[in-house]
């Protein structure tokens, strides 16, 4: 499926996946290939540093716009100044309070910002907004 508001063009998606594929950290499972140990992913060592690859079937992720590389062989397309500033600003009250209102906020923010929420299981609502807080910090690199 495309949505063009949150899928790269067919020319990024099969630089991306070509790029993937002849990564030494590809897993091929059931017909598809991972980015590491397929869901949970794994710590790798690059240039020195420890970096986490991410678990996810890598034709699904290449084809959105906010994802990018673990290990920073594609970066996810850039969020304008206005939406990088909704989701900065909602992002570090949460840091800041970590209270129901700023979880709340920053739901919201990423709902204006993508049009829809931000929706990963979570077993209580504090790890929900952990979840969340992470996948923002990831998108803005604050």
Request: aromatic share 8%; net charge positive; hydrophobic share 35%.
């Amino acid at each position: 499926m495309k949505i063009p508001e949150f899928t790269v063009s067919d020319q990024v998606y099969a630089t991306r996946v070509n790029k993937c594929k002849i990564c030494p950290h590809k897993t091929d499972h059931l017909g598809a290939f991972w980015c590491g140990t397929p869901v949970i992913g794994n710590l790798v060592e690059v240039e020195g540093e420890k970096k986490r690859l991410c678990g996810c079937n890598m034709h699904a992720k290449a084809k959105g716009k906010i994802w990018g590389c673990p290990i920073g062989k594609w970066k996810p397309v850039q969020l304008d100044r206005d939406s990088q500033r909704i989701l900065v600003d909602a992002a570090k009250a949460y840091q800041a309070h970590q209270s129901q209102q700023a979880y709340k906020n920053l739901k919201e923010a990423y709902k204006q910002v993508f049009g829809h929420y931000y929706d990963r299981n979570a077993c209580s609502s504090c790890n929900a907004g952990k979840k969340l807080l992470n996948h923002v910090i990831d998108i803005t690199g604050i």
